[in-house]
Nanobody, 125 residues
């Protein structure tokens, strides 16, 4: 049974930092491209960042470039989303997702098959 479990969310002030983790079980982690999405209240789920299997190349949505860093540790079946200089508009539930398939476009949520339950990130102003 595949399971993705996120952790590391919480309440932080503007300008603060958080590190989200996503641990995978029951999945061939090293063969998976991993993505992070977020959903704020009343808004659609949006792409945040992704890291490919193999070469580990990354992609970020423009609003987080230079502030967020995505990395992976295949030995620990874990991906990390380091979030710095957080802003109130980063407030959302953050979801980890994975796919075995290769896609040029990693920003579409429909390209991911497995999803975690999400972790809440709240940035106060």
């Amino acid at each position: 049974q595949v399971q993705l479990v996120e952790s590391g969310g919480g309440l932080v002030q503007t300008g603060g930092s958080l590190r989200l983790s996503c641990v995978g079980s029951g999945v061939i982690f090293s063969g998976s491209t991993m993505g992070w999405f977020r959903q704020a209240p009343g808004k659609e789920r949006e792409f945040v960042a992704a890291i490919r299997r193999g070469a580990g190349t990354t992609d970020y949505t423009d609003s987080v470039k230079g502030r967020f860093t995505l990395s992976r540790d295949n030995a620990k079946n874990t991906v990390y989303l380091q979030m710095n200089s957080l802003k109130p508009e980063d407030t959302a539930v953050y979801y980890c997702a994975s796919t075995y398939n290769y896609y040029n476009d990693l920003r579409m949520s429909s390209h991911y098959y497995y999803w975690g339950q999400g972790t809440q990130v709240t940035v106060s102003s």
